[in-house]
T-cell receptor, first 114, second 115 residues
Framework: DADVTQTPRNRITKTGKRIMLECSQT?????MYWYRQDPGLGLRLIYY???????NKGEISDGYSVSRQAQAKFSLSLESAIPNQTALYFC?????????????FGPGTRLTVL | AQSVTQLGSHVSVSEGALVLLRCNYS??????LFWYVQYPNQGLQLLLK??????LVKGINGFEAEFKKSETSFHLTKPSAHMSDAAEYFC?????????????FGRGTSLIVHP
């Protein structure tokens, strides 16, 4: 079984719709992240959380919000989707102790906003 | 802020040829350094990392990278490319100072392997 799972894997939606992307992990890590991948731009950090009560904005948080429901669950919401939010979204986890914050990634969610 | 430069968005090699993917970082204090690989329709996975000690680091699938402080570089190499190496490769760095160790990723290099 995958250690980091993301649902849905693919989603097509329309401009103005509210969308939630979900991430679950069984690695027992405290740290969780949401990244966005665009061709030629690499990965950019949207939000990150170091524990259930800790939420931090990343490089490109405008237009997004997150919720850390439990140690194992971290959701990303687009309150009103727009076409330039079309991208591949990755959830990741890490455990700082001993691994220097190596990131463990989910399989990604491909989001298309029409 | 830390920055990472990957020279070449695409690198094309023949099967059996040397693979060289370049990565340079900007900080004056050497960071923690990582290479990740993304196969088609998958998430990223760690190839190798440098934290301390020996500057030549060996990773999975025959890849290795050498940290060169004087050149602020961490280039990825493989002596002989295989068709299965075709993927997107990302260099990432994390500052040793500050405490968060949040990584900064390069823009990625797509490795194309020709038969």
């Amino acid at each position: 079984d995958a250690d980091v799972t993301q649902t849905p894997r693919n989603r097509i939606t329309k401009t103005g719709k509210r969308i939630m992307l979900e991430c679950s992990q069984t690695k027992g890590h405290d740290r969780m992240y949401w990244y966005r991948q665009d061709p030629g731009l690499g990965l950019r950090l949207i939000y990150y959380s170091f524990d259930v009560k800790d939420i931090n904005k990343g490089e490109i948080s405008d237009g997004y919000s997150v919720s850390r429901q439990a140690q194992a669950k971290f959701s990303l919401s687009l309150e009103s989707a727009i076409p330039n939010q079309t991208a591949l979204y990755f959830c990741a986890t890490s455990d700082l102790v001993g691994s220097y914050n190596e990131q463990f990634f989910g399989p990604g969610t491909r989001l298309t906003v029409l | 802020a830390q920055s990472v430069t990957q020279l070449g968005s695409h690198v094309s090699v023949s099967e059996g040829a040397l693979v060289l993917l370049r990565c340079n970082y900007s900080s004056s204090v050497p960071p923690y350094l990582f290479w990740y690989v993304q196969y088609p329709n998958q998430g990223l996975q760690l190839l190798l990392k440098y934290t301390t000690g020996a500057t030549l680091v060996k990773g999975i699938n025959g890849f290795e990278a050498e940290f060169k402080k004087s050149e602020t570089s961490f280039h990825l190499t493989k002596p002989s490319a295989h068709m299965s190496d075709a993927a997107e490769y990302f260099c990432a760095v994390s500052d040793r100072e500050g405490g968060s160790y949040i990584p900064t990723f390069g823009r990625g290099t797509s490795l194309i392997v020709h038969p």
